[in-house]
């Protein structure tokens, strides 16, 4: 039973890191951002900075991500 159970853990880990790349790092940093820019359109030029950063760092982070998701892929 448990070498069943181990060998089901490396596909999923491959999986995990994909998916973590594509829905976990939006979530954490594009969205956020874009949607306080979209809510609150009336602010500081300092607090936009920061919420244009936030995507731009998200933007760079999601295929980063996903490409070492893929790299190691087993």
Avoid: E
Wanted: hydrophobic share 65%.
């Amino acid at each position: 039973m448990s070498a069943f159970a181990f060998s089901l853990t490396a596909p999923y880990a491959n999986l995990v890191g994909l998916a973590g790349g594509l829905c976990a790092v939006p979530l954490a940093f594009i969205f956020p951002g874009w949607f306080h820019l979209a809510l609150c359109p009336a602010q500081s030029v300092t607090s936009k900075a920061l919420d244009w950063l936030m995507i731009a760092f998200g933007l760079v982070m999601a295929p980063v991500a996903v490409i070492a998701a893929l790299v190691s892929w087993r």
